[in-house]
Nanobody, 119 residues
Framework: VQLQASGGGLVQAGGSLRLSCAAPERGFNIVVMGWYRQTPGKERELVAIITSSGSTTYTDSVKGRFTISRDNAKNTVYLQMNSLKSEDTAVYYC??????????????WGQGTLVTVSS
């Protein structure tokens, strides 16, 4: 499964950005999609995920500021990021969990998109 992420960039603190990630190929059972982020020297951390049924999970630091949504027909996930802070600066990675025919879920990753928030 190839994931195509877009939408990163430079924004001032307090501003907004919207990330998009599409899985253009069809025929896969994508059970969860989401965003993770990573800064130098730190482990990749979950930002937000959304299941195929619409259930969402957010890391505490983005609750109330970020909103994840999904278009199942387009296999696309969006992350609307508002009230951005300098600590949101990171490389954001799109993730898709795909259920295989034998039942297990395999994770796929996009190429990463850089979000830089200037203070």
């Amino acid at each position: 499964v190839q994931l195509q992420a877009s939408g990163g960039g430079l924004v001032q603190a307090g501003g907004s950005l919207r990330l998009s990630c599409a899985a253009p190929e069809r025929g896969f059972n994508i059970v969860v999609m989401g965003w993770y982020r990573q800064t130098p020297g730190k482990e990749r951390e979950l930002v937000a995920i959304i299941t195929s049924s619409g259930s969402t999970t957010y890391t505490d630091s983005v609750k109330g500021r970020f909103t994840i949504s999904r278009d199942n027909a387009k296999n696309t996930v969006y992350l609307q990021m508002n009230s951005l802070k300098s600590e949101d600066t990171a490389v954001y990675y799109c993730n898709a969990g795909v259920r295989q025919t034998w039942g297990t879920v395999v994770n796929y990753w996009g190429q990463g998109t850089l979000v830089t928030v200037s203070s």
